[in-house]
């Protein structure tokens, strides 16, 4: 599928549930994913490290917002 990965591979990579995924998606701590011809969300492997991030970042106890934050200043970073 072009390098793309479905919700499920993603789930079963990052330990997160597919409502999870799309829970970050809905509350923009991760970028709206692509859609297929059939309307299925593409994720890309930066995706998966973002929501890998948000996962543990969660687990360390920070809040959405801190790593809505976080993930804000990342992508910054990564344009200069």
Do not use: P, W
């Amino acid at each position: 599928m072009n390098g793309f990965l479905q919700i499920g591979d993603v789930a079963a990579q990052t330990g997160l549930t597919a409502d999870a995924i799309r829970f970050y998606e809905r509350e923009k701590l991760l970028h709206a994913t692509a859609r297929s011809s059939g309307g299925f969300r593409l994720f890309t492997v930066s995706d998966v490290a973002d929501l890998t991030f948000i996962r543990n970042a969660q687990k360390l106890g920070f809040s959405l917002e801190e790593i809505r934050e976080l993930l804000d200043l990342k992508d910054r970073k990564s344009v200069v």
